[in-house]
């Protein structure tokens, strides 16, 4: 017989079970719009990063990667979605918002994300090379730092990693073909 302890133990366990599949359901949901996002930017021949800015469950801004269409290194998926997202707002802190995006942030991004004081960032893949959520270091959520975001990562890694691999291997294909 479980004592009453154990019961409640249990209860407490599957409720929060439930909740966890409650919340991968909407970060699936929302990573499916950063996708879209990131498959704007492969259109142009950027690399395929996207991002979604939520508000009281509304995506509110998006951004894509234009970085060399736009030929201005500011031009990141997240600080687009950023700018956006404060035009629309009318204000420059995001308190109550969750950033989407299908790469881990750089150092530029991560920075404008504590600057904006965004409470929590879902991240696609991780970014060995240059993240700065967990990888290189962790700009969301240093303590010397006045702001700490919540940080969920790997959300549909592999649909958001497929895009960059095909990205990536579509353009040596190219080179190849010039040389
Ligand atoms: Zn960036």
Redesign the pocket.
């Known amino acids: 017989m479980m004592s009453k302890e154990e019961r409640e133990e249990k209860r407490i366990a599957k409720l929060a079970e439930k909740e966890e599949k409650r919340n991968l359901k909407i970060y699936e949901k929302y990573m499916e719009q950063a996708l879209k996002e990131a498959k704007k930017a492969y259109d142009i021949n950027e690399v395929p990063i996207g991002c979604v800015i939520v508000q009281d469950d509304k995506i509110i801004a998006r951004g894509y990667n234009r970085r060399n269409t736009d030929k201005s290194v500011l031009a990141?998926a997240?600080?687009a979605a950023i700018s956006e997202a404060c035009k629309k707002t009318g204000d420059w802190r995001l308190e109550d918002c969750t950033l989407y995006v299908t790469l881990e942030?750089?150092q530029?991004?991560a920075g404008a994300i504590v600057q904006a004081r965004i409470p929590k960032v879902v991240v696609g893949a991780m970014n060995p090379k240059a993240g700065c959520a967990g990888s290189i270091i962790n700009i969301l959520n240093m303590q010397q730092f006045n702001h700490q975001c919540e940080v969920e990562t790997g959300i549909m890694k592999e649909k958001c990693t497929e895009m960059m691999t095909k990205f990536f291997e579509e353009l040596r294909e190219q080179k190849n073909q010039i040389m």
Request: proline share 14%; hydrophobic share 30%.
């Open positions: 990141h997240e600080i942030p750089c530029m991004c």
